[in-house]
């Protein structure tokens, strides 16, 4: 697999516009999440239509933060701890990336073209995220200091912060 940051982005940028924007991507998420995997609908008491604001949002800080991995990681490690309380299992990122592929591909594919570069690229970022946030997930203790650091509490939530899921231009930076 290859991570290919022009890939990546010119992707996202067109995920924003094409077929209904962010909103649809996010939307059509939610509905073929709980189609497909309907364990997981339980975990969320969010409604789809305010839920895939904060998915849009981590998916924009992530694209943007992808050559800055000094920032990206906390903010990564951060999320993984975050979602402990959602009650994710390691078990749920295999289904949130095989549904964000699929979607993406659907999104895309409708209003302009999607391909094996394109799909390799993304496999790979959803890979490495998932991966960075398991690891945080398995073993919180290890990313304390960093946490603290970047202006997360212990549980991945930043003090007096609603919006943990959004990532500061320069917020982050110690």
């Known amino acids: 697999m290859t991570l290919d940051i022009l890939v990546l982005r010119n992707t996202f940028e067109r995920a924003k516009v094409?077929?209904?924007?962010?909103?649809?991507?996010?939307?059509?998420?939610?509905?073929?999440?709980?189609?497909?995997?309907?364990?997981?609908?339980p975990l969320f008491h969010t409604p789809p239509e305010e839920q895939h604001k904060k998915l849009m949002a981590s998916l924009g800080a992530i694209v943007a933060g992808v050559e800055q991995p000094e920032r990206l990681l906390?903010?990564?490690?951060?999320?993984?701890?975050?979602?402990?309380?959602?009650?994710?299992?390691?078990?749920?990122?295999?289904?949130?990336g095989e549904n964000l592929l699929a979607v993406l591909a659907e999104h895309l594919s409708k209003e302009g073209?999607?391909?094996?570069?394109m799909a390799e690229t993304w496999e790979a970022a959803i890979?490495?995220?998932?991966?960075?946030?398991?690891?945080?997930?398995?073993?919180?203790?290890?990313?304390?200091e960093e946490l603290a650091k970047f202006g997360y509490e212990p549980d991945g939530f930043k003090?007096?912060?609603?919006?943990?899921?959004?990532?500061?231009?320069?917020?982050?930076?110690?």
Not at 25 to 34: A, D, E, I, T, V
């Open 18 to 41: 094409e077929n209904g924007g962010t909103t649809e991507l996010g939307l059509r998420f939610y509905k073929r999440l709980f189609e497909k995997y309907p364990s997981v609908k």
């Open 74 to 96: 906390p903010y990564l490690h951060a999320m993984g701890i975050r979602h402990l309380k959602y009650q994710t299992e390691t078990p749920h990122y295999s289904a949130v």
């Open 113 to 117: 073209e999607w391909t094996i570069a």
């Open 127 to 144: 890979e490495l995220v998932a991966k960075t946030m398991v690891e945080a997930s398995e073993n919180p203790g290890a990313f304390k």
């Open 159 to 174: 003090k007096n912060d609603v919006t943990p899921w959004l990532q500061q231009e320069s917020a982050n930076t110690p």
